[in-house]
């Protein structure tokens, strides 16, 4: 790279691929090729069209950016860094250990970050959710919400399922404001793209909704920034596919040995010389550049927003921020549930109108499902979202789990609520989506029902067995599981107030035939859901729909003179940070015997079994479930009162 000062713009983009060099050969570690390539387009977004702001990060009326390919994170630290989001040190400090610029872009770890990307195509999905909301806040109220959603990808994003759900819904939805810029530099990790995706990309991204533009010289800035101005007044989602070289200026450019390997030793030092300057240096003009393109540009929208901001009338002020606030919903309000309704309600029956009443109360919640949303009872208000009626909050989906579970946290990492539903056997199509939720802290509600070999005759595939311990493994989520509905409305009052983390709400297929009384326990994760009617002789611990089977035998006990207790584990995680005197309360020390009933694998109520007395027992499955009738089900794998009676009865 040589440099000229008589174009300025090009300096800005050598000196942020040199900076990126550097970060990576000092780390040894990182993703030079994608950053030599993306460069010339960060670099345009950042100087000529995002209006963002480092005063103010969180501007709701920001223009997002979601780096899809968050291996090529040096550079967005670079134009961060440019546009005075992170200091100097903070790109030095590049992927070790406590930096805020971590190998891959983390929101809220980052300013400037939107979204927590690094797994393939989960980045452009968020950007679709992040789309939506745009447009739905835009259309009620447009003269606060009226920005762009860019998103850059590369080879690897659309190759991934994730990706194309997402790209697919977007353009049905026709988000004209949303901008994917392709770095199509022809390599991945394993060598040339054409060995494995030959597609006609115009073809293919017209046909779904898209307008496609192709830019031959992804290198030529003055054609990056023709195309991207006239992305920006497309009445239809643009795809913009960049030709570019991955690597460009380095030993390794147009070869998958750029991609992720570090360079020779010394051969940085090199470009560097060859460049001028010392290690880490930023030309002055650049500096210059960026303050005036970037850093003022976006301010001065900024100030500009926050007086017509100001200059709103109180009452539209507080509509619109009521949008972004869920705290005002009075739980008491949500439907009760006593003896006569279990009648009437399903678990699902029952949600739904939980569901209901919360999105009446917030208007900020919305969600759908991946084509099963009456079958779970997930629905959301206002009609079906579409371009016609951008302001409904039912997403219909379709069978894209994948893409639902990011365009849910993209939703809500804007700032508003989602929902994301399916049968719990599929969640296993979203479990990335519910980690990085979990990584982001985005309060995505997750809710699945069909939560056990209870399914009956969909047979083992429908059958969740190991999903329970996969949600459950999962650091820093929520899982609920209630066995009736007013352990479900606490579980969703619980969630809804959670907002540092996801939630996942797990429900049974099967009518309920147990209500208990909303209790304060219940909010503290397990609680008695019955108590035992004389000595205590041991204590059975169950969710969801074994709750009730587990109160039927704990009455058959009862005839013999034996006395247990019943125990609701609703949120395993939050019994466990309660306080040991209420622990002592609910699972007493002395009492060794105890019983785990579970129509999945248990793993994670091991715990609350004594190993070295031995005086406990797991009714759980350790197998794949069958296909038969609900009834036959149960009885084969032993899931039915008189059993749990027998196996209780075996504990020493
Ligand atoms: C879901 C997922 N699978 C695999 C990876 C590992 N990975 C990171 S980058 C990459 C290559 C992607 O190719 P491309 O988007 O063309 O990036 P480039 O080589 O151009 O930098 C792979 C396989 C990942 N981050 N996410
Ligand atoms: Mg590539």
């Known amino acids: 790279m040589i440099k000229d000062f008589n174009n300025i713009e090009q300096l800005c983009v050598d000196n942020i691929r040199m900076v990126c060099l550097e970060a990576i050969d000092r780390a040894q570690s990182g993703h030079l090729g994608a950053a030599m390539s993306g460069a010339p387009m960060i670099h345009t977004l950042f100087t000529k069209y995002i209006n963002a702001t480092c005063k103010n990060p969180n501007w709701i009326n920001r223009d997002r950016f979601v780096l899809s390919t968050g291996h090529a994170s040096s550079m967005l630290y670079a134009v ?3 546009s005075n989001y992170i200091k100097k040190e903070d790109v030095i400090n590049f992927r070790q250990l406590g930096s805020i610029t971590s190998g891959h872009p983390e929101r809220g770890t980052c300013p400037g970050v939107d979204a927590s990307t690094g797994p393939l195509g989960q980045g452009v999905a968020t950007a679709v959710g992040m789309a939506i909301s745009e447009r739905f806040m835009h259309n009620l109220f447009p003269e606060f919400i009226d920005h762009y959603t860019y998103c850059m990808c590369g080879d690897g994003d659309i190759e ?13 939805q026709n988000l004209n404001k949303l901008i994917i810029i392709y770095d199509s530099n022809d390599i991945q990790l394993d060598g040339k793209v054409d060995k494995v995706l030959r597609e006609d990309n115009k073809k293919k991204y017209e046909a779904m909704g898209f307008n496609y533009y192709l830019i031959k010289d992804g290198f030529n800035l003055e054609e990056v920034n023709k195309v991207l101005k006239k992305a920006r007044k497309s009445d239809k989602p643009v795809f913009i596919e960049t030709k570019t070289i991955i690597g460009y200026g380095t030993s390794g450019e147009a070869s998958n040995k750029s991609h992720g390997s570090m360079l020779p030793k010394g051969e940085v030092a090199e470009i560097r010389k060859e460049f001028g300057g010392n290690e880490f240096d930023i030309d002055k003009e650049v500096y210059e550049y960026y303050e005036k393109n970037s850093v003022t ?11 017509k901001y100001k200059s709103a009338s109180e009452d539209r002020i507080k509509e619109f921020e009521s949008y972004f606030d869920s705290s005002k919903i009075d739980y008491s309000l949500l439907p009760s549930f006593d003896e006569e309704d279990k009648k009437n309600y399903s678990l699902r029956k029952a949600c739904t109108a939980i569901l209901y009443n919360l999105q009446d109360q917030y208007k900020g919640l919305m969600g759908g499902s991946a084509d099963l949303g009456s079958s779970v009872g997930t629905l959301g208000r206002d009609g079906d979202m579409s371009k016609e009626n951008p302001t409904g909050r039912n997403i219909l989906f379709g069978v894209r789990e994948h893409a639902m579970g990011c365009i849910a946290n993209g939703i809500t990492a804007y700032g508003l609520r989602a929902f994301a539903s399916s049968f719990f056997a599929f969640s296993d199509y979203m479990k990335d989506t519910i980690r990085i939720a979990s990584i982001a802290n985005i309060p995505t509600l997750f809710i699945f029902s069909h939560d056990s070999i209870a399914v009956g005759e969909d047979g083992p595939t429908h059958q969740p067995i190991e999903q329970l311990t996969a949600v459950r493994s999962i650091p820093n989520v929520m899982t609920f599981r209630p066995a009736d509905a007013n352990e479900a409305k606490v579980s969703y009052e619980i969630a809804m107030k959670t907002l540092d983390k996801p939630s996942v709400i797990v429900i049974s297929r099967q009518n309920y035939d147990y209500v208990s009384p909303v209790v304060s326990d219940m909010y503290r994760g397990a609680y008695i859901a019955s108590i035992e009617k004389g000595d205590l002789d041991g204590i059975i611990i169950a969710s969801g729909s074994e709750v009730p089977i587990s109160i039927k035998a704990q009455k058959l006990l009862e005839e013999r003179g034996i006395y247990v207790r019943v125990v609701s584990m609703i949120c395993n995680r939050l019994f466990d940070i309660q306080n040991e005197e209420y622990k002592e309360k609910i699972l007493p020390n002395f009492m060794k015997k105890r019983m785990i009933v579970e129509m999945g694998d248990a793993i994670h109520m091991y715990k609350y079994l004594d190993n070295i007395s031995g005086k406990s027992k797991v009714l759980n499955m350790t197998t794949f479930g069958t296909s038969g009738k609900l ?10 009162p008189e059993n749990i009676v027998d196996e209780y009865l075996k504990i020493k």
Do not use: I, T
Request: aromatic fraction near 16%; hydrophobic fraction near 40%.
């Open 631 to 640: 009834k036959d089900v149960l009885k084969h794998y032993g899931f039915y």
């Open 160 to 172: 991934e399922g994730a990706c194309q759900e997402a790209l697919s819904l977007a353009g049905l």
């Open 297 to 307: 540009r976006s301010r001065k929208a900024y100030n500009k927003w926050l007086r």
């Open 80 to 82: 961060l860094y440019l």
